[in-house]
């Protein structure tokens, strides 16, 4: 059973950072590309940053996140992560760890964790 658990949300002041984890069961992280999502309220998924399945680590990320977002992997701990910095209000959202191959968007079909919160203000 693919099994996807996210942590490490909190509140934080704009311009704070903060790391989120997404401890994976049931299936390697290396199997499936990877991605991270979120959802503000009343708003639709918004995809934010994949890494491909296999050794190579390659990522993606949205535009509203390139450059202050960053996704990477620990294959020993079968978990991913995403580092956020430089958080403004509105990054505000559950994040969500998801497995799946589709590129640079996220499928409401593809597994995804429960989530975790993230509120950005001061």
């Known amino acids: 059973e693919v099994n996807l658990m996210e942590s490490g949300g909190g509140l934080v002041q704009p311009g704070g950072s903060l790391k989120l984890s997404c401890a994976a069961s049931g299936f390697s992280v290396l199997t499936y590309a990877m991605k991270w999502v979120r959802q503000a309220p009343g708003k639709e998924f918004e995809w934010l940053a994949s890494i491909d399945g296999g050794f190579d680590d390659n990522t993606y990320y949205a535009n509203s996140v390139q450059g202050r977002f960053t996704i990477s992997r620990d294959a020993t701990k079968n978990t991913i992560y995403l580092q956020l910095n430089n958080l403004k209000s509105e990054d505000t959202a559950m994040y969500y760890c998801?497995?799946?191959?589709?590129?640079?968007?996220?499928?409401?079909?593809?597994?995804r964790g429960q989530g975790t919160q993230v509120t950005v203000s001061s």
């Open positions: 998801a497995s799946g191959g589709a590129f640079r968007k996220y499928e409401r079909s593809e597994p």
